[in-house]
């Protein structure tokens, strides 16, 4: 039903636009991802969809006959010097489903990357993002903001498109893994249960910078040692309350003047726990609050918890995953999980408007946000078909 | 003897070049620095000194008569917006017992602060100094070559002193204490026993970077984490070997990428330790050993120790020193401790050559290398008074 090898010629021809080595590099709103946005209208208009780019960039091709409809895509625009699927996938998988007959729509969401705002596009299609917060965005990397982006790429002026209300019964999202667990499993398509919540905070200590060779070790206030302390003891006590597949990471320590013979006076973290149940999330942020306190019951530098960013976690749909969960049995049986997603994707924002699921194929190596990332085409083949045969079965029943 | 008011009108002349705030900006060779050293040079020549400045920017004033004599100074040249006693408080109060009639030669070593490398004007001055290593040094900020900055200065192709054999019993440096210990006593004058060593090190952890939400806590190779262990456990254990004053520090933790949700595939650590006694840097030394190869052991990320440096301490003279001790009694009585020095100083490399001794002015709130770094003028005063008395007294004997 599905033709794999158009499929693949499609994936190997949109790699081509910001080729980076065996990767891509295609920036959200630049030369080379406004062209990748042209290329996909240009596929939509010979699967037989209507197609339309809106003011933040989404690129939607509707299906011209009746429903029920169901909505797939991803994200087209890649990370600096990344990989050639992460996103690719997702809106490519979209147009397989669309030259197979299904009654698909097929969307590409503008930014999921974040160069300017994680999600922003996904975010602007369920009605979540405010003109306002457009106006305060800014390129992460250079700083150029969004507003001058959307100029120069031509979108100014542009209405943003909405969700059409009834019009879907679900929504699929096919993407790499980004990590190990399929490989190292040996399996080969994934069924999503959900996407993880992220929590991040920033920890900032505050101590007394001082000479390191003239003060003693009684009276120096080093915010770096109290937050060391912490993190140690966050790596000890996580354990305890944590759930089997919850992850927390330190991506970022600063210690302020960061000189050798300097005592820190100051200290940020970067601190950020995921996973897709709440229950557990509550129970490791009730730990980080008790530490925290404790810490600065204890310690001479305070710490100040600073929330970042809260998202929830977004569970997969049952109906949804039971047929994508059919389909990978009927063609890769016993070569497909059930695996929660460890990475935020646009699928979770749409999740909040529809029923949503998404496909996982595994990751070589588990390479991810790099040139070199992954997949052996056999695989992405057969994801495909799975995808297709489970969005078949989900508007069949 | 020492005419007080006079020793503080000179150090209230020479905050005035390169003044900020309450402090002074006068970084090596920079205009206002090169301004300074003939500032010095004209008041050496009041005091009936013959001066000479060299090719590496060392600035003395030989005493014209007999000896024996002493050499009495320290540096000229400010760290970055910093205070204004730091240096020139030791060069100011080797013009005062000149003045004062006592057999001194004076002397302001270039870069103690390290703008372009730490102690090369001392370390010339001992002989320590190749032309191979001035070829390679450039400034830290701005990286601008050590040869350019020297012709810059009018100083290229001058010959480079050297400290003259057999002429000088004795060195002597006062300096601001830098640190808290003689003002929480309520002291006023510390006879400084040795300067520490100083060993330093970078600690480098190898891990594999990879995305904090799609790699679980079990395959993932945190650079950062095996890093924080490896801190906690140094923070648990040096306490059980170190001596009463031994200090360690980590000054810097730098994470690669350093980004939120990405894990760390490479953690640099700043970490030095000091001590006045050689045998209890060796156990301290041999613990952080112990520790590493321990984590190696256990953890997934390897730790490489690299050596930054390492000096070895610098006792002061016994004789110098109980001069120095017995001045401060009849002129403070009680009012005074011995005390090691916790930061490096000139007299740590002029103690390789002949004897040396220091001797420390409180400093208010322990605020060093920052513009409101400040003593109160009594201390100066009677601190230089105690100078001259010792060094009379240290003749004499």
């Given at each position: 039903m599905v033709d794999t090898a158009r499929f693949l010629a499609d994936l190997h021809d949109l790699r081509?636009?910001?080729?980076?080595?065996?990767g891509v590099h295609r920036p959200t709103y630049t030369k080379e991802d406004m062209e990748s946005r042209r290329w996909l209208m240009d596929r939509m208009t010979e699967c037989g969809l209507e197609p339309e780019m809106d003011g933040i960039g989404n690129v939607i091709g509707r299906h011209?006959?009746?429903?029920p409809h169901l909505l797939v895509g991803s994200h087209i625009e890649t990370q600096n010097?990344?990989?050639?699927?992460?996103?690719a996938l997702g809106v490519v998988s979209g147009l397989a489903l669309a030259r197979a007959g299904l009654p698909v729509d097929v969307i590409a969401f503008a930014d999921e990357e974040g160069h300017y705002g994680g999600f922003i596009g996904s975010r602007s299609f369920i009605g979540q993002l405010e003109d306002a917060e457009i106006d305060r965005l800014a390129n992460r990397?250079?700083?150029?903001p969004l507003r001058e982006a959307l100029k120069e790429a031509g979108l100014e002026g542009r209405p943003r498109m909405r969700c059409a209300e009834g019009r879907y019964r679900g929504f699929l999202e096919m993407h790499i893994e980004q990590g190990t667990q399929l490989e190292s499993a040996g399996l080969r398509v994934g069924v999503v249960t959900g996407i993880v919540a992220i929590r991040q905070w920033k920890l900032v200590f505050t101590g007394m910078q001082d000479h390191a060779g003239g003060t003693t070790m009684a009276e120096r206030r080093d915010a770096g040692l109290s937050a060391i302390r912490l993190l140690a003891e966050i790596d000890r006590q996580f354990p305890l309350v944590c759930g089997p597949r919850s992850t927390w990471t330190t991506g970022r320590i600063s210690l302020d003047p960061g000189a050798a013979s300097i005592i820190p006076g100051r200290c940020e973290v970067l601190f950020q726990l995921r996973d897709v149940d709440t229950a557990i999330i509550a129970r490791m942020e009730e730990r980080l609050h008790a530490l925290v306190q404790e810490s600065n019951r204890r310690e001479k530098c305070p710490c100040v918890l600073e929330p970042v960013s809260l998202s929830t976690p977004a569970l997969c749909d049952q109906a949804l995953q039971q047929a994508l969960a059919d389909a990978a049995e009927a063609l890769a049986p016993g070569a497909w999980q059930r695996m929660p997603s460890g990475a935020g994707h646009d699928a979770q924002y749409i999740a909040r408007v529809m029923p949503a699921a998404m496909l996982f194929t595994p990751s070589i190596n588990g390479i991810s946000h790099h040139w070199a990332e992954d997949t052996k085409e056999e695989d992405l083949a057969l994801c495909v078909r799975v995808l297709a045969e489970g969005a078949a079965r989900y508007l069949a029943a």
């Amino acid at each position: 039903m599905v033709d794999t090898a158009r499929f693949l010629a499609d994936l190997h021809d949109l790699r081509k636009i910001g080729t980076y080595k065996t990767g891509v590099h295609r920036p959200t709103y630049t030369k080379e991802d406004m062209e990748s946005r042209r290329w996909l209208m240009d596929r939509m208009t010979e699967c037989g969809l209507e197609p339309e780019m809106d003011g933040i960039g989404n690129v939607i091709g509707r299906h011209k006959g009746a429903g029920p409809h169901l909505l797939v895509g991803s994200h087209i625009e890649t990370q600096n010097h990344a990989g050639w699927l992460d996103g690719a996938l997702g809106v490519v998988s979209g147009l397989a489903l669309a030259r197979a007959g299904l009654p698909v729509d097929v969307i590409a969401f503008a930014d999921e990357e974040g160069h300017y705002g994680g999600f922003i596009g996904s975010r602007s299609f369920i009605g979540q993002l405010e003109d306002a917060e457009i106006d305060r965005l800014a390129n992460r990397y250079h700083g150029k903001p969004l507003r001058e982006a959307l100029k120069e790429a031509g979108l100014e002026g542009r209405p943003r498109m909405r969700c059409a209300e009834g019009r879907y019964r679900g929504f699929l999202e096919m993407h790499i893994e980004q990590g190990t667990q399929l490989e190292s499993a040996g399996l080969r398509v994934g069924v999503v249960t959900g996407i993880v919540a992220i929590r991040q905070w920033k920890l900032v200590f505050t101590g007394m910078q001082d000479h390191a060779g003239g003060t003693t070790m009684a009276e120096r206030r080093d915010a770096g040692l109290s937050a060391i302390r912490l993190l140690a003891e966050i790596d000890r006590q996580f354990p305890l309350v944590c759930g089997p597949r919850s992850t927390w990471t330190t991506g970022r320590i600063s210690l302020d003047p960061g000189a050798a013979s300097i005592i820190p006076g100051r200290c940020e973290v970067l601190f950020q726990l995921r996973d897709v149940d709440t229950a557990i999330i509550a129970r490791m942020e009730e730990r980080l609050h008790a530490l925290v306190q404790e810490s600065n019951r204890r310690e001479k530098c305070p710490c100040v918890l600073e929330p970042v960013s809260l998202s929830t976690p977004a569970l997969c749909d049952q109906a949804l995953q039971q047929a994508l969960a059919d389909a990978a049995e009927a063609l890769a049986p016993g070569a497909w999980q059930r695996m929660p997603s460890g990475a935020g994707h646009d699928a979770q924002y749409i999740a909040r408007v529809m029923p949503a699921a998404m496909l996982f194929t595994p990751s070589i190596n588990g390479i991810s946000h790099h040139w070199a990332e992954d997949t052996k085409e056999e695989d992405l083949a057969l994801c495909v078909r799975v995808l297709a045969e489970g969005a078949a079965r989900y508007l069949a029943a």
